[in-house]
Nanobody, 128 residues
């Protein structure tokens, strides 16, 4: 059973940085998609970034965050952590952020609809 627990959200001024963490367990070390999504009030859930396990350097980003956000996976320890480093934050980045996971063969990379496993979310608020 895959378990995902996010942390690291908070409030920051525009131009600032935050790093989100997602403690992950029970996922496959190969061909698994570990993703970040966000949802602002009244808007659909949006794919932000996805990392493919077992394929070094295989990460994909939404155009809206490309060049500002970076996702990485630390699986050196028994409990792994998925990170989302967010730089040059903008007010439009304000949202609840979720990590999600599933086999890549079952999902379209940044499409929330098909991911089976989700964390509880962490709030990010960026003020102007």
């Amino acid at each position: 059973q895959v378990q995902l627990v996010e942390s690291g959200g908070g409030s920051v001024q525009a131009g600032g940085s935050l790093r989100l963490s997602c403690a992950a367990s029970g996922y496959a070390r190969y061909n698994y998609c570990m993703a970040w999504f966000r949802q602002a009030p009244g808007k659909a859930r949006e794919g932000v970034a996805v990392l493919l396990t077992g394929r070094a350097g295989s990460a994909y980003y939404a155009d809206s965050v490309k060049g500002r956000f970076t996702t990485s996976l630390d699986n050196a320890n028994t409990k792994s952590t998925l990170y989302l480093q967010m730089n040059s934050l903008k007010p439009e980045d304000t949202a609840m952020y979720y990590c999600a996971a599933d086999y890549c063969s079952r999902v379209r990379l940044l499409d929330a609809a098909e991911y089976k496993y989700w964390g509880q979310g962490t709030q990010v608020t960026v003020s102007s």
